[in-house]
């Protein structure tokens, strides 16, 4: 299959269940709104060794938000529910409660997929300690709030959020002849990505060039270099790299369910295809483990022919 | 569970404590049984269908409508906690006493004590949510515990007297009778009381207010929309409080924890 010069791999992406939550970071304005996503979702890349994969999903106006101000939605993805018990409530202590002005809410509310209330992700529950008994509770509408006292004011947050099941791992490999090109392609397609709702590129400007593999030669390591898409690495009997090759990157996808992954994947080859397909773009292509790492497939011819069927149908391969 | 509608047949010349009126009362009772019902009145008790025209009613939640001018009829919704408790006209005193979850709307007035204990307990209403459309007697939301208390009148002196916590709004005045102001969260150890403008306050017992903006005002906002209909005054007070307010904490000789809102001076 061939895009604007681009030659798309008949293969698939590999993906995997996560453990995710969604939370609303509110503020006085913009501004505010994102140094305390900055700092919420810093190293928050890989769960590999951050803890979460974490993003800013989209941003909010005020008539979005549950306090009327400008706000954003921020996705949180970990291996597990007990590392994201974990990791919430410590970056929100440590990220948004020390930023001025801002509160933070559940916002599970609206998604399209089941929402586990049960065992729920504690926010509030924990950070409310930091008033040192001057935190008052509130609860409006069976949700239960907590207001600390700061120095500002109060910070307010929700005193748990739902979680469900989401998907992480999701992924395109987009390989060119110039490390500028491949950059470029992977602006290009991380930027169209951005404005879909259900998904985030949590990696630094939403790709990374540190492609993993699982395991290592060094038993302390679950994951080392792919070196099958190392460009210097291309004498090596398993090396992917064709001859026209010199730089890859990888953009990830982490997605509440396997049709807005599937969505953005498209969305991204496509946009890269376009911006770069003539200057240097040639080839992309996904990661896998042959199928027995996670059991959401993501065909690209499938999906770029738009003969996948629907993500909701009983298979779990987004091509079949 | 059923839901019914009770409709006044003749007001009666003593008070009735009227606590068997209730879903979770009614909820294994047959129409006959509703309607042989006894009432307290005095040292005398009495059926229910002396007073009340008793109806089947179909509804998406479990409900009881009663109609009528209930003035004379205390403990309504006594002990409630779950569905609705409606009442088209004015109600007795301690209307929701020790009410623990669901809804109570008067579209009327309330008596005194509206969500205060049961008899001589201890605590108050400890859950869901009381809609005063009128106005309510002395001591609305004594002891208190939990939930809301909406009240799109004025009140009377004592309001939140002896507040544990929850939520009180005022969307009418806090009268006061004396020079106290009314006595408004008298003894209140938490929870809110947002109210207009207060006439006094006792200055040993609250703070001077405090410009504040609370992030909870937006829920709060949110949560009111549905309601407007029935107490307009109530989300107007949450409009104008969600620009800017005013708080004292109080009360200071219990701890302190409790707050009043109330609009800025201009």
Not at chain 1, 222 to 235: D, G, I, K, V
Not at chain 2, 56 to 83: N, Y
Not at chain 2, 203 to 231: D, N, Q, Y
Request: charged letters at 20%; glycine letters at 12%.
């Amino acid at each position: 299959m061939q895009i604007n010069g681009v030659t798309i791999d008949d293969t698939f992406a590999e993906a995997f269940d996560m453990k995710a939550t969604r939370l609303v970071v509110t503020g006085q304005d913009p501004w505010w709104v994102s140094r305390a996503c900055d700092a919420l979702t810093g190293f928050g890349t890989s769960v590999i060794a951050c803890g979460v994969e974490i993003d800013v999903e989209q941003t909010l106006a005020p008539d979005q938000t549950p306090d009327g101000r400008p706000g954003a939605m921020v996705l949180a993805f970990a291996a597990s529910g007990t590392e994201l018990r974990k990791q919430i409530p410590t970056r929100c202590g440590q990220c948004v409660l020390t930023c001025p002005t801002t509160a933070v809410f559940d916002g599970t509310g609206d998604l399209s997929v089941p929402v586990h209330r049960d065992d729920p992700v504690p926010l509030g529950k924990t950070l409310r300690f930091f008033g040192d008994g001057h935190q008052i509770s509130k609860t409006i509408d069976a949700v239960r709030y907590w207001r600390i006292p700061v120095m500002d004011g109060e910070f307010v947050c929700q005193h748990d959020l739902g979680w469900f099941s989401g998907i992480g791992g999701g992924n395109f490999l987009l390989c060119g002849d110039s490390v500028a090109v491949v950059a470029d392609a992977c602006r290009a397609a991380t930027e169209a990505i951005a404005s879909l709702p259900g998904v985030i590129t949590p990696f630094p400007g939403g790709a990374t060039r540190s492609g993993s593999k699982v395991g290592s030669k060094y038993d302390a390591l679950f994951a080392s270099t792919n070196e099958a898409f190392c460009p210097t690495l291309r004498h090596l009997p398993q090396s992917q790299i064709d001859d026209q090759t010199h730089a890859v990157l990888e953009v990830v996808i982490d997605g509440v369910d396997q049709a807005s992954i599937a969505n953005a994947t498209r969305v991204g080859i496509l946009a890269a295809a376009m911006k770069c397909g003539s200057q240097g773009l040639h080839r992309i292509t996904a990661g896998n483990y042959g199928g027995k790492l996670g059991k959401h497939h993501f065909h690209l011819h499938a999906l770029l022919s738009g003969s996948a069927e629907s993500p909701d149908s009983s298979t779990e391969d987004a091509s079949s | 569970m059923k839901s019914w509608k009770l409709s006044l047949r003749q007001t009666p010349h003593q008070r009735i404590d009227a606590r068997v009126i209730g879903l979770q009362a009614f909820a294994k009772m047959t129409i006959d049984q509703v309607r042989h019902a006894r009432l307290s009145a005095g040292h005398k008790s009495v059926e229910l269908a002396e007073y009340f025209n008793v109806e089947d009613l179909t509804s998406e939640q479990p409900t009881i409508m009663v109609e009528g001018d209930l003035s004379r009829f205390d403990h309504l919704a006594s002990g409630h906690h779950g569905g609705r408790f409606e009442v088209q006209g004015n109600v007795g005193h301690d209307l929701a006493s020790g009410m623990a979850g669901g809804e109570v709307i008067v579209h009327g007035d309330a008596g005194d004590r509206v969500g205060g204990p049961v008899d001589h307990g201890r605590v108050g209403m400890s859950g869901g949510k009381v809609v005063i459309t009128g106005d309510a007697g002395r001591r609305a939301g004594i002891r208190m515990r939990r939930g809301d208390l909406w009240i799109n009148g004025d009140v009377m002196p004592g309001v939140g007297a002896w507040m544990i916590a929850g939520t009180i709004v005022i969307g009418g005045r806090t009268v006061a009778t004396g020079d106290d102001g009314g006595r408004v969260g008298f003894g209140m150890r938490r929870g809110t009381i947002v109210c207009g403008e207060l006439s006094a306050i006792d200055r040993r017992r609250f703070t001077t207010p405090v410009p504040m903006w609370t992030a909870v005002i937006g829920p709060m906002l949110r949560s009111v929309e549905p309601w407007k209909p029935h107490c307009p005054r109530v989300a107007k007070r949450f409009a104008r409080l969600s620009e800017s307010l005013d708080c004292l904490r109080g009360d200071l000789a219990d701890g302190g924890m409790g707050e009043i809102w109330i609009p800025p001076k201009d």
